[in-house]
């Protein structure tokens, strides 16, 4: 989304930054005064091709959702 530097909270890239952390991932933040913000986020290509573990009680039957969130950018 392209916004003005005065839009917004300024918690949106702290908590990607963070969150890349948490899987051994790396955030690049690239900025250049009037022309732009770039954001490199990458998450390590061996954890992302982990084979999960079988789940437990795959035989139990899940309750279904009884409501949906949908979430729309505003840009």
Request: hydrophobic share 40%.
């Amino acid at each position: 989304a392209i916004k003005s530097a005065e839009q917004g909270t300024g918690l949106g890239l702290p908590i990607v930054q963070a969150l890349m952390h948490m899987h051994d991932g790396k955030f690049e933040l690239r900025s250049k005064l009037r022309e732009g913000t770039e954001v490199i986020a990458t998450f390590p290509r061996t954890r992302v091709l982990e084979i999960m573990p079988p789940v437990q009680n795959a035989g139990a039957s899940q309750p279904k959702p009884k409501s949906i969130l949908s979430m729309r950018n505003s840009a």
